[in-house]
């Protein structure tokens, strides 16, 4: 009999060491394992500037004997709207990810998303690093994440197999891939093409085989996942400016003290500067070398046509954001009188 419980005791002890791997958790004599998840390969700024933060978590002493971070990029644990599902629900602990599909589990972030909303990256950083910035902040949390540091996704535009977009007709029936966002399928809609939504890996084959005309994306992103090999129609219209946010799921977060997170947290903003510089490097290199490989870079001739299309988009989806539409546009127009 005592036999018999010795081995159960024994079989409930490796069942709880397994479940606490299979969480992230080490055994209590080391640090934990925590995944951040990243849909991006290892040279482009985003996974750079993971690198650098898991790095810095690495040199830190007292972070480094809590934590380990074992960064999966490339989207080998999925698109970024299946790894925000795990991260909401602690299936896993980190996530960089686009704000577009975070509207679907915060609605106040979709705010980022709206179309020609910014009118530069200073005009975006200076939105977040006020108390705007705190308010999206604060609905990600109540969502279940922890946003550490906003990085660079530069300007979004469209690209296409078929023909270069100079005015809003050249988008007219043309199949174009959109983030699973309501925004950006309303925005194509608006501009007279059919919106398709798929998985940031999927655009490539999709290029290919013709199952879609074109995407919207940054030139980094064209040039790192080789679009412009079967899309070579790059029209710069600058319709999104959307930053990417680093993650940790609150349950993980709140198994760190104060002073962990603070630590954690400054990691993370010193890796976004870094990040900021990769982004203006990669962006340099990615136009000369598209335009080697064949892509004609153009742009559009009329982007107030593009604007006006897509203001009905303010009237159906700005509701739900209150007055920070109103506020961010006076960001802009506040620096633009500013001595």
């Known amino acids: 009999m005592a036999a018999r419980s010795r081995c159960l005791l024994a079989l409930v002890g490796v069942g709880l060491l397994l479940l ?29 500037g993971l690198t650098r933060f898991a790095g810095l978590v690495a040199a830190d002493p007292d972070l480094s004997a809590r934590l380990v971070i074992d960064l999966q990029l490339g989207g080998v644990l999925g698109n970024e709207k299946e790894t925000l599902e795990k991260l909401r629900f602690g299936g896993l602990e980190m996530a960089c990810s686009s704000a577009a599909p975070l509207a679907e589990f915060a609605p106040l972030a979709g705010v980022l998303a709206l179309p020609f909303l910014f009118d530069d990256s200073e005009h975006l950083w200076r939105v977040l690093d006020s108390d705007i910035g705190e308010e999206i902040t604060a609905a990600l949390e109540v969502a279940g994440f922890v946003p550490l540091a906003w990085y660079d996704a530069g300007a979004r535009s469209f690209y296409n197999r078929r023909r270069p977009v100079r005015t809003v007709g050249d988008l007219s029936g043309l199949k174009i891939r959109v983030q699973r966002s309501e925004v950006m399928r309303d925005m194509v809609a608006a501009l007279g093409a059919s919106p398709v939504a798929l998985g940031f890996k999927q655009v490539y084959t999709s290029l290919h085989t013709g199952a879609i005309d074109g995407a919207e994306n940054n030139l980094p992103s064209y040039r790192s996942e080789r679009h412009f090999e079967a899309a070579s129609f790059y029209s710069l219209d600058r319709h999104a400016i959307i930053p990417d ?95």
Not at 28 to 47: C, F, I, K, M, Q
Not at 289 to 296: D, I, P
């Open 20 to 48: 606490s791997i299979a969480c992230g958790r080490q055994p209590a004599d080391g640090p934990e394992r925590w995944v951040l998840s990243n849909v991006h390969l290892e040279t482009y700024p985003t996974a750079r």
């Open 245 to 339: 946010v680093v993650l940790v799921a609150r349950q993980a977060w709140q198994r760190l003290s104060h002073d962990e997170q603070e630590q954690l947290r400054a990691a993370a903003r010193e890796s976004a500067r870094d990040q900021r510089i990769f982004w203006a490097e990669y962006e340099e290199v990615a136009i000369r070398e598209v335009t080697q490989g064949g892509a004609e870079i153009t742009e559009v001739e009329n982007p107030e046509t593009f604007r006006r299309l897509v203001e009905p988009l303010y009237a159906k989806h700005a509701g739900r954001y209150g007055d920070l539409v109103t506020r961010i546009r006076g960001a802009s127009r506040l620096a633009a009188s500013a001595p």
